[in-house]
């Protein structure tokens, strides 16, 4: 009898030796890997590798608050028995700020946590191209220049470095179908700085393309369209050939004015013997209304 408690104590040991000898698994693995940039999609995975069937996951925690409590839709929590997964939808700096994040299990592991993540670190990337007009703050907009005009690309990183005295080089590439990007074409400088602005001096049909920056495996990109300088005119010409054909009816409306203003003339006379016949027709109608109103 007592034997049987001593086995079954053992056991009892060995079950939580093995508990808490890493039944989970942490995914991102290397903590060199928890970083993210603005605005992206981040996914915390705790994975269990136990014999029986579930890993028992509770709740995930920002430090130490419940990300449940937290605004609705910024992070998403979804668990089955092998795992359980935060995603961050829309990484923020205040996300940056966070010093652990974590998963309780039922099970009996060291503070019941399944798997602790450190702080995720916020990367430098492209957020927004500006140009000498425009400011888009979204990926794949497109602007348009005429053939001779000039353009500038300036790419916008965030979070501007703070730390370092050099900021990063960003890398502008070019792609005419927007898939395979590759060098940019002739003609056009990047400031010899730190390469975060391209100038194009003078916009010239081969220009015409997808212009993207890069840091970090993070890209921001921006369609040039390039009009031809006759394509241009078309807007003005079209105006211009709108008036003129203003003018042209207008100059036919008053010749024929003046030729129906003498055939009216010459046919007066008819129109004074048809008047009586109208007048008489009026003055029938105004006697109905007079007996209509004995009437009543
Ligand atoms: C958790 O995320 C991984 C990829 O990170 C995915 O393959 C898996 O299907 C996700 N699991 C759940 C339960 O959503
Ligand atoms: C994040 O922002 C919210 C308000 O927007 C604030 O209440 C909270 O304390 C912030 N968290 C951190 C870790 O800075």
Redesign the pocket.
């Given at each position: 009898m007592a034997n049987t408690f001593k086995f079954l104590g053992l056991l009892l040991v060995l079950n939580t030796l093995i508990y808490s000898n890493g039944q989970f698994v942490h995914v991102p693995r290397n903590p060199a890997d928890l970083q993210a940039a603005l605005k992206q999609q981040f996914t915390l995975s705790c994975q269990y590798v136990g014999r029986d069937t579930s890993g028992e996951f509770l709740e995930w925690y920002?430090?130490t608050m419940p990300v449940k409590d937290e605004?609705p839709g910024h992070y998403v929590v979804k668990t089955s028995d092998k795992e359980s997964n935060l995603t961050i939808k829309i990484f923020?700096?205040?996300?940056s700020?966070?010093r652990s994040w974590s998963v309780k299990t039922k099970k009996p592991t060291s503070g019941g946590i399944a798997c602790r993540f450190n702080q995720i670190r916020l990367i430098q990337s492209p957020q927004r191209i500006t140009t000498d007009k425009e400011v888009l703050d979204a990926s794949d907009s497109s602007v348009r220049r005429i053939e001779g005009e000039s353009v500038n690309f300036a790419c916008n990183v965030e979070p501007e470095d703070q730390t370092s005295y050099r900021p990063k080089r960003v890398r502008w590439e070019f792609s005419t179908d927007n898939h395979n990007f590759g060098p940019l074409p002739t003609g056009i400088e990047e400031t010899a700085d730190n390469r975060f602005i391209l100038k194009i001096k003078e916009v010239k049909k081969i220009h015409r393309g997808y212009y993207r920056c890069g840091l970090n495996n993070r890209y921001f990109t921006v369609l040039l369209r390039v009009k031809d300088r006759l394509a241009a005119l078309w807007p003005f010409l079209g105006i211009v050939g709108v008036v003129l054909i203003l003018v042209f009816i207008i100059l036919v409306f008053e010749k024929r004015q003046k030729t129906t203003r003498k055939a009216a003339a010459t046919t007066n006379d008819e129109d004074n013997t048809r008047d009586p016949l109208v007048r008489t027709t009026n003055k029938s109608s105004d006697n109905d209304n007079k007996k209509h109103v004995v009437k009543a």
């Open positions: 920002r430090d605004k923020v700096k205040n996300d700020l966070v």
